[in-house]
């Protein structure tokens, strides 16, 4: 059994295609596997950054609506007794809660801004898809000088052509020994 493969040799030392077929099937079942935890985990604190936004524009709203009848009826007495025009005074005191209003939903729409896309996953992915066109020669195996060496799928931005290994909790860092 070869260490570093975990797929048995047959009989001239060479593994046959059926385990080579097998170990393929394992090695993108895990692969796979770890592309998607990694897109769970980056989704996850993509949907916590978006319900803190949420709550606040809910907070904002929801304070504004509970307290602006009993606040406009104190200001605008305040200004009437400072000894502006009733009919102003509830205008200024309007005037000022769009203010407020302003600044707290400029507040929740920067949260909002700071949403991305899953980059990390979508860069591994697309390390993986360059990989499978163009795979190398697995480590710890005899490479031999005549192969060209492989190229990055345009667009990838990796100089490499196969991608980084990366650790998932719970799980090794390279998968099948790859």
Do not use: N
């Not at 998607?36 to 978006?50: S, V, Y």
């Not at 406009?72 to 200004?79: D, P, R």
């Not at 163009?134 to 005899?142: C, I, L």
């Amino acid at each position: 059994m070869s260490s570093t493969t975990g797929v048995k040799a047959g009989e001239g030392g060479e593994p046959s295609l059926g385990e080579l077929v097998a170990l393929a099937t394992r090695d993108v079942s895990l692969l796979v596997r770890q592309e998607l935890d990694l897109a769970k985990a980056e989704l996850t604190r993509t949907a916590t950054a978006a319900a803190v936004g949420i709550a606040c524009l809910a907070v904002a709203g929801g304070l504004g609506l509970c307290a602006l009848i009993a606040v406009t009826i104190f200001l605008g007495e305040l200004f009437t007794w400072a000894g502006v025009e009733r009919f102003w005074s509830y205008l200024l005191t309007a005037g000022l809660y769009l203010a407020v209003a302003g600044v707290i939903a400029l507040f929740g729409a920067t949260r909002f801004r700071k949403l991305s896309p899953p980059e990390r996953t979508i860069q591994t992915v697309r390390d993986d898809i360059a990989w499978l066109r163009r795979p190398t020669v697995a480590p710890g195996s005899v490479a031999t000088t005549s192969a060209p060496a492989p190229t990055p799928v345009a667009g990838s931005g990796s100089a490499a052509a196969h991608p980084v290994p990366r650790s998932v909790p719970g799980q090794s860092a390279v998968p099948g020994g790859r």
